[in-house]
């Protein structure tokens, strides 16, 4: 061997199937790491001890039981979101336009609810579902269509939806606002409660969280166990593949894109109907490129997305009541949540590769 | 009426955000890394820069000494480049090293970096106990704002382009040394065919990770002075959550408009920025909502134009053809 060439310390090796257990403690031994960083982060900027940190962040998800529904509701939001994009993802269709694909879903179920107050309620809501699923639906396939026409990029297209649907609400905001100059609509219809989700054993957020848990078990179904989602993994899997087998790839980029805008905009519908009452153009609060990770986390798999969007959402609501007994930003939990990303990014790595010492080569 | 010379320094002030932003994703996009962590790297590098100025400031305070025009401007640009270094190589670290998925990590990249500067912008004062009511660094800004002495006496022409701070030049700079780098230099070449087809390259003797870090980190510190100028020189030193905006993925969407060459960027970002404020010029009486469809046209044209190159499938105009691809050279 050349003296001159540089021996790497060590090299890569691609690993096989490994173990189940071995991935779960790969996955929880990076968790662990995340939540250190996190908590030592804490404790440097409040001064908090690193059990105090924890205890904090407990209460401020179960610490009432007002903290738990609204815990649950903004798992619940985040998970139907992440739900609504998956199918995309699963046919390696790159939709980062969640955001808006929620909010245009928000903007119509809102416009119906806001001129047309006087129809029956139940009727109303239907209505309001039906435009915020078409309204989203549209949003999801126009950068299909041209994905499967042209092969546009459909990252940088879907991106540039976000803000197109950020415009046109922002716009409405302005034409409807209430008072004239305020910016904001308000609450829409409160005193006669018309297009509102009515409550279930008096919990305002109970009927959004059985509707997404519903959603839940649809989508892992839908993925399993029907032929479109089997469609969709093999598209995922090889667009030639599926070709030569004899499915219509462009068929099934666009119909799925349909399936998962009409998703969000029902969780866009939800966030209308059920919570807020009114439009803003923060209603999906990034949670349309967070949904993304929480999918991206948990493999497109419908069930462990429950498990990674509890995770977020208990961080967000922790970093949350940390942030405002410090009298500090908000913000907080943007931080918190990045961090455990990276982490839970970065230990795929080691799922799938392993390190190899160069001297045990050497050796044999 | 329309008066193209105050109009026209407005749109350039505008414009350099975007126009840093969009010459560092250009440069990292070469290298075949889609980093959509742009606007959370222009959040940090901007904060970075508040930091670093607001200690300073304090510092001078404290000795009640004038701030020194040459530290006032150095101590801010050194924090900012060190900042967006620092979520580059996180970017570069997982995507190369660790070769996760692009898409994810920058997106994670942006809701740390958006959330890490609107933090410690909304925290600072909070946590250094100091005593002032806002982060208003008009010392600084002072700094950043020198021009030249005889620009005003120029008439229009000084004052539409020789009437601004030096970060505007300095962008105007790295643009157009960017195109050149990638365009005519052995390292642009090499770079380029990272971008387009890193296992070639590989074989070719091209150290395929050494030059996707290199562009990523480049490019991030690039992106980061885009966020120091905007705070130094636009914000006039002062920060305020939120108020950095879009204009990351606006930067994101210029790339695709100038089909990845800098040096028409810079005069693209100069129309962005006229797009982006051309809603304050267009009388609308008293409808102010249409202002909000206006502020949507930047968006529509980009999505125009990306359908548009997609569309003629002219070669020189397509994205880098591994723009999103992970390299493994052992899975070929």
New interface residues.
């Given amino acids: 061997m050349n003296k001159k060439t540089k021996t790497p310390f060590f090299h890569?090796v691609?690993r096989g199937e490994i173990p189940l257990w071995q991935s779960i403690a790969i996955h929880i031994g990076a968790l662990v790491l995340a939540l250190v960083v996190c908590s030592i982060l804490t404790t440097l900027?409040t001064g908090l001890n690193p059990i105090k940190v924890y205890a904090t962040m407990f209460e401020g998800n179960f610490g009432t039981e007002r903290k738990t529904w609204v815990m649950l509701h903004a798992l619940a939001i985040l998970l139907g979101i992440s739900l609504a994009l998956t199918p995309g993802y699963k046919m390696r269709f790159?939709n980062?336009g969640g955001e808006g694909q929620v909010l245009i879903g928000c903007m119509a179920s809102g416009a119906v609810m806001h001129n047309h107050p006087e129809i029956p309620n139940a009727l109303l809501l239907i209505l309001m579902l039906v435009a915020a699923m078409a309204a989203g639906a549209i949003w999801g396939m126009i950068p299909a269509f041209?994905k499967a026409k042209?092969?546009?990029?459909e990252?940088?297209?879907t991106?540039?939806?976000?803000?197109?649907a950020i415009?046109?609400t922002?716009?409405?905001?302005?034409?409807w606002e209430v008072p004239k100059g305020s910016g904001k609509i308000g609450v829409i219809n409160q005193n006669t409660m018309a297009g509102w989700l009515p409550k279930i054993a008096d919990q305002q957020y109970l009927l959004t969280i059985i509707v997404v848990a519903a959603l839940t078990i649809f989508m892992y179904f839908y993925l399993k166990y029907s032929k479109q989602g089997y469609e969709i993994a093999v598209v995922g899997e090889s667009e030639r593949t599926a070709r030569y087998v004899g499915i219509k790839v462009e068929h099934v980029f666009v119909r799925t894109m349909a399936i998962s805008g009409a998703l969000c905009g029902l969780i866009g519908y939800l966030l209308v109907a059920g919570s807020a009452h009114t439009i803003t153009t923060t209603l999906s609060g990034?949670r349309g490129?967070?949904g993304?990770?929480v999918a991206?986390m948990a493999k497109f798999n419908p069930i462990l997305m429950i498990l990674t969007s509890f995770l977020i959402a208990f961080m967000g609501n922790g970093a949350q009541e940390i942030a405002s007994r410090?009298?500090?930003?908000?913000?907080?939990?943007?931080?918190l949540?990045?961090?455990i990303?990276?982490f839970l990014?970065?230990c795929?790595?080691f799922v799938?590769?392993k390190l190899e010492h160069n001297k045990h080569r050497e050796e044999a | 009426m329309f008066d193209i010379v105050s109009f026209f320094p407005r749109a350039v002030v505008q414009s350099v955000p975007l126009l840093c932003g969009s010459t560092g994703e250009t440069i990292t996009e070469k290298s075949g890394n889609?980093n959509?962590g742009i606007p959370g790297i222009m959040y940090v590098g901007a904060i970075s820069g508040v930091i670093g100025a607001f200690f300073y400031e304090q510092s001078l305070k404290a000795a009640d000494k004038p701030i020194n025009t040459f530290l006032g401007i150095l101590i801010p640009m050194v924090c900012c480049l060190i900042g967006s270094l620092v979520m580059g190589l996180?970017y570069s670290f997982?995507t190369v090293?660790?070769?996760?998925?692009q898409?994810?990590?920058g997106?994670?990249?942006?809701?740390?970096?958006?959330?890490?500067?609107?933090?410690?912008?909304?925290?600072l004062i909070?946590?250094t106990g100091s005593e002032v009511p806002s982060i208003a660094l008009s010392a600084t800004h002072g700094c950043f704002v020198h021009k030249l002495p005889f620009a005003k006496n120029l008439g229009w022409f000084g004052r539409m382009f020789l009437n601004y701070g030096f970060l505007v030049y300095i962008s105007v700079i790295i643009a157009f040394v960017a195109a050149y780098i990638l365009r005519h230099t052995r390292h642009g070449l090499n770079l380029r065919a990272v971008g387009e087809n890193p296992a070639t390259a590989d074989a070719a003797g091209i150290n395929v990770g050494r030059y996707k870090y290199f562009a990523t980190c480049i490019g991030s510190m690039i992106a980061g002075l885009g966020g120091l100028f905007y705070i130094m020189d636009y914000a006039s030193g002062v920060w305020s959550?939120e108020g950095f905006g879009?204009r990351g993925?606006l930067a994101?969407?210029l790339v695709?408009f100038t089909i990845w060459r800098p040096n028409i960027g810079v005069f693209a970002s100069i129309l962005f920025g006229a797009l982006y404020i051309l809603y304050l010029y267009i009388p609308t009486g008293a409808n102010?909502?249409?202002k909000?469809?206006y502020?949507?046209i930047p968006?529509?044209v980009?999505?125009i134009v990306?359908?548009a190159t997609?569309?003629r499938?002219k070669k020189e105009n397509q994205?880098p053809e591994s723009l999103?691809i992970p390299y493994f050279r052992?899975?070929r």
Avoid at chain 1, 326 to 335: A, E, K, P, R, V
Avoid at chain 2, 97 to 101: E, Q, V, Y
């Fill in positions: 890569i691609k900027i790159w980062i041209f042209w092969n546009t990029n990252t940088l297209f991106l540039m939806m976000n803000y197109v415009q046109i922002a716009y409405f905001t302005i034409r990034g490129f967070t993304v990770m991206w410090f009298y500090l930003n908000h913000s907080f939990s943007d931080i949540t990045g961090i990303i990276f990014i970065g795929e790595f799938s590769y | 889609l959509l996180i997982l090293s660790l070769r996760a998925n898409n994810v990590t997106l994670a990249l942006t809701t740390f970096g958006v959330g890490f500067g609107n933090f410690f912008g909304g925290s909070k946590l959550n879009d993925w994101i969407a695709i102010q909502a249409i909000e469809f502020k949507m968006y529509v980009t999505i990306l359908v997609s569309m499938k994205p999103g052992e899975e």
